[in-house]
């Protein structure tokens, strides 16, 4: 089982910077992909940023240029670090991470608590 711990969310002014981590802990032996997601009041959870295999990130439309995400290895953290901030990107802000244990080609999705981030104009 892993556990995730996001810490970072808060209130901020349109036009400036927040950065998110997430740390990943438990019985972990391979982490596939991590990223964050976010939810808005009224919208689905949609894919903000994600980094698979280590190497590919993806990211959405809306932040890219903006936004970076990032992951320490040796701490299985992801960052995500989050410049000129819009009311429009005022959301909870899931971390995500999947997992394939030990000894098997099954992946697993796991998501933190959520954090708000606020971003007032």
């Known amino acids: 089982h892993v556990t995730l711990v996001e810490s970072g969310g808060g209130l901020v002014q349109a036009g400036g910077s927040l950065r998110l981590s997430c740390a990943a802990s438990g019985n972990i032996f391979s982490i596939n992909a991590m990223g964050w997601y976010r939810q808005a009041p009224g919208k689905q959870r949609e894919l903000v940023a994600i980094i698979i295999g280590g190497e590919n990130t993806n990211y959405q439309d809306s932040v890219k240029g903006r936004f970076t995400i990032s992951v320490n290895n040796a701490k299985n953290t992801v960052y995500l670090q989050m410049n000129s901030l819009k009311p429009e990107d005022t959301a909870v802000y899931y971390c995500?991470?999947?997992?394939?244990?030990?000894?098997?080609?099954?992946?697993?999705?796991?998501w933190g608590q959520g954090t708000q981030v606020t971003v007032s104009s």
């Open positions: 995500y991470v999947r997992h394939q244990p030990a000894f098997t080609k099954n992946e697993y999705d796991y």
